[in-house]
């Protein structure tokens, strides 16, 4: 049988999918009803047949740091894909990101040791990749002296507490995403992006980064978990675009104006700075940190190589394609609200 976690989530959700259409024995966490209906929908855009694969699913109510809950949910199983994980880059969120990301692993890795799992997949990040300036690989040291991003921090050190579990016995593969483009969440992560495009965006950057498909992490996730694939981690980018190009590609699929005016870091530097006021004076969670103004203008080329050199047959969706479909998905969504 096989376990879940975050199956609730972007990733999570498609990977359930995914499985059921396998006819996979899945176990599954779940922290709330509404969160299982977002599963549901996601569903919803890809079949037909939705409550005879959804029954395929045991569901069992708990998160990662009920350990009760969680050797419930262990009985049984044989493998494990750890798919759940707090994003935030706000650094008063940094203990709740170190309970949930950290300590959160760190159980899902020890009762992998005790269950004595087959074989654990652990969704990390590229935010754990070192910097280069001409190309980001798996080999690309970490300087943790140089990150001050929190949700960063907290993704590596649980990396960390995975390549504990590989050093006591547990075969297991990382894989590192850029920006998972997907349908179905639209007010959280990068779903957002449309939602704030579609609102109308004034600025945008020129930093670069890593995009993927979601079904292309998923599709990588479980080619990474045959035996072959054993403790290693792996880029899974699809394309590197500029922010520039991804709001110009996104504006033109939602049928919007693409902004023009380039947000300068001087202009950035204040809008963080304001941010933080509202946030101390207001209480207002924070929108915009320094940490992520950085990104905004950071030029991060990250490389797929290695996955691809493993798996010659796999073809990344074109990036171009994923926000069509993701776009369709949110404009008739928008429309039904």
Same mark, same amino acid.
């Given at each position: @049988? ?6 609730? #989530? ?19 966490? !779940?922290?709330?009803?509404? &969160?299982?209906? $977002?599963? $549901? ?30 050797? *419930? ?20 969120? !940094? ?20 269950? &004595?799992?087959?074989?654990? =997949? ?6 754990? @990749? #070192? ?19 929190? !949700? ?7 990396? $960390?507490?995975?390549?504990? #579990?590989?050093? +006591? #016995?547990?075969? =297991? ?37 890593? !995009? ?32 520039? +190009?991804?709001? &110009? ?7 919007? $104006? ?8 001087? @202009? ?23 940490? @992520? ?17 493993? *798996? ?12 069509? +479909? ?6 008739? *969504?928008?429309?039904? =609200?």
């Amino acid at each position: @049988m096989i376990l879940v976690t975050g199956g609730t #989530g972007l990733v999570g959700s498609h990977l359930l999918f995914k499985l059921t259409k396998n006819d996979q024995n899945i176990r599954a966490l !779940y922290r709330s009803n509404e &969160s299982i209906k $977002k599963v $549901k929908k996601v569903f919803s855009y890809y079949s037909d047949k939705i409550e005879t694969q959804f029954k395929k699913i045991e569901w069992v109510q708990g998160d990662l740091n009920d350990i009760p809950k969680l050797e *419930e949910a262990f009985k049984g199983i044989t493998k494990v894909f750890h798919c759940a994980a707090l994003i935030s880059f706000a650094p008063n969120d !940094y203990n709740q990101l170190k309970k949930i990301n950290i300590e959160g692993t760190a159980n899902i890795v020890n009762l992998c040791i005790s269950y &004595s799992i087959q074989k654990l =997949c652990y969704v990390s990040s590229v935010a754990t @990749m #070192g910097f280069d300036p001409i190309r980001i690989s798996e080999e690309t040291t970490w300087k943790s002296e140089e990150v001050k991003n929190v !949700y960063a921090l907290t993704k590596y050190a649980a990396e $960390k507490e995975v390549w504990r #579990g590989i050093q +006591e #016995g547990v075969p =297991c593969v990382i894989v590192n995403p850029g920006v998972i483009l997907g349908p179905g969440y639209f007010n959280s992560g990068s779903g957002l992006i449309f939602k704030i495009i579609r609102k109308g965006l004034m600025y945008k950057t020129n930093g670069i980064t890593g !995009y993927v498909d979601v079904n292309d992490v998923v599709k990588s996730m479980l080619l990474l978990m045959s035996d072959k694939h054993l403790n290693e981690r792996y880029i899974i980018v699809g394309k590197t675009l500029s922010f520039s +190009e991804l709001t &110009s590609k996104i504006s033109k699929s939602l049928g919007v $104006k693409a902004p023009e005016k380039i947000a300068k870091k001087w @202009m950035l530097s204040l809008a963080w700075r304001l941010d933080w006021v509202k946030h101390k004076v207001l209480g207002k969670k924070r929108k915009l940190t320094k940490n @992520m103004c950085k990104t905004l203008h950071s030029k991060n080329l990250y490389s797929s190589e290695k996955f691809l050199r493993l *798996e010659k047959d796999f073809h990344f969706k074109p990036i171009s394609q994923t926000i069509l +479909e993701v776009s369709k998905v949110y404009l008739k *969504e928008s429309k039904a =609200c």
